[in-house]
T-cell receptor
Framework: GAVVSQHPSWVICKSGTSVKIECRSLDFQATTMFWYRQFPKQSLMLMATSNEGSKATYEQGVEKDKFLINHASLTLSTLTVTSAHPEDSSFYIC??????????????FGPGTRLLVL | SQQGEEDPQALSIQEGENATMNCSYKTSINNLQWYRQNSGRGLVHLILIRSNEREKHSGRLRVTLDTSKKSSSLLITASRAADTASYFCATDEDSWGKLQFGAGTQVVVTP
């Protein structure tokens, strides 16, 4: 199946610093990628839809100036958490959209990035 | 916002037993998918059922979909300790493939 990677897999940073998370589709091109956030013992919450070559579309309640998304190529999207604070500590998961399965839109998920802000 | 609600929130069974979990959603969908997530890990896609399908099987998994009730169920037969994980349903509502996830069911299978 299609593979999506994320880097780093975990990061610890001081409050006020910015953290960049990369999401790559390794064996297919993804014009659309999605970013999710998951707090402990909770479900995945969609943060934004990232489209190659255009601005990301953010879900209601997600600050676009706080969570910067760049989708500069068909295989790479980045999420930058700017001026991170402890409440931003979470598990961030990306997915890449693929239409491999007989035209059915399918998402392939990355392994996630655990962010801890001290 | 989350579309789906799942029940039960947690399920504890012994190996060999069947595990059933349910998912309800609110709007029209293109398809519904089930995912598994081991603790602290990424998601693993289990099965996709289209809106015009009523039942689908994959190995020990059986998924049903009732669009009139806006609900789906996932049955895991002959469960194994390795099935211990959280299970999420996700609905695909639009042409972009944006997924809305349910709250999840945490399944613990004891040997």
């Amino acid at each position: 199946g299609a593979v999506v990677s994320q880097h780093p897999s975990w990061v610890i940073c001081k409050s006020g610093t910015s953290v960049k998370i990369e999401c790559r589709s390794l064996d297919f091109q993804a014009t659309t990628m999605f970013w999710y956030r998951q707090f402990p013992k909770q479900s995945l919450m969609l943060m934004a839809t990232s489209n190659e070559g255009s601005k990301a579309t953010y879900e209601q309640g997600v600050e676009k100036d706080k969570f910067l998304i760049n989708h500069a190529s068909l295989t790479l999207s980045t999420l930058t958490v700017t001026s991170a604070h402890p409440e931003d500590s979470s598990f961030y998961i990306c997915s890449a959209r693929s239409e491999r399965l007989a035209g059915v839109v399918t998402q392939y998920f990355g392994p996630g990035t655990r962010l801890l802000v001290l | 916002s989350q579309q789906g609600e799942e029940d039960p929130q947690a399920l504890s069974i012994q190996e060999g037993e069947n595990a059933t979990m349910n998912c309800s959603y609110k709007t029209s969908i293109n398809n519904l998918q089930w995912y598994r997530q081991n603790s602290g890990r990424g998601l693993v896609h289990l099965i996709l059922i289209r809106s015009n399908e009523r039942e689908k099987h994959s190995g020990r998994l059986r998924v049903t979909l009732d669009t009139s009730k806006k609900s789906s169920s996932l049955l895991i037969t002959a469960s194994r300790a390795a099935d211990t994980a959280s299970y999420f349903c996700a609905t695909d509502e639009d042409s972009w493939g944006k997924l809305q996830f349910g709250a999840g069911t945490q399944v613990v299978v004891t040997p």
